[in-house]
């Protein structure tokens, strides 16, 4: 069972920045495919992130230059920076891990966006 924490998110005015961070237990992280999606209140999940063990990584486009999404296989981590922050961005932040067929969601981090 893998087990995932994200940490990181809070309140930030708009304009901001702020890096979420994602740790997952476990073996294989290394090879498995992580990333992050947000889901705001009554809205979908919406995708936000991936990379896979080759280090190719796909953003949507509605955070391309403004977000970037890192991973440390020897820490068992990806990590999300997010800069020019919008209230538009205010939603609960999840990160995953997809793993032999199986993919892992965390509790989800809130980010606010308000002055």
């Known amino acids: 069972q893998v087990q995932i924490v994200e940490s990181g998110g809070g309140l930030v005015q708009p304009g901001g920045s702020l890096t979420l961070s994602c740790v997952a237990s476990g073996s294989g992280f290394s090879g498995a495919g992580v990333g992050w999606y947000r889901q705001a209140p009554e809205k979908q999940r919406e995708f936000l992130a991936s990379t896979f063990a080759s280090g190719r990584r796909n953003y949507a486009d509605s955070i391309k230059g403004r977000f970037t999404m890192s991973r440390d296989n020897a820490k068992n981590t990806v990590s999300l920076q997010m800069s020019s922050l919008k209230a538009e961005d205010t939603a609960v932040y999840l990160c995953?891990?997809?793993?032999?067929?199986?993919?892992?969601w965390g509790q989800g981090t809130q980010v606010t966006v308000s002055s």
């Open positions: 995953f891990i997809d793993l032999r067929g199986v993919r892992y």
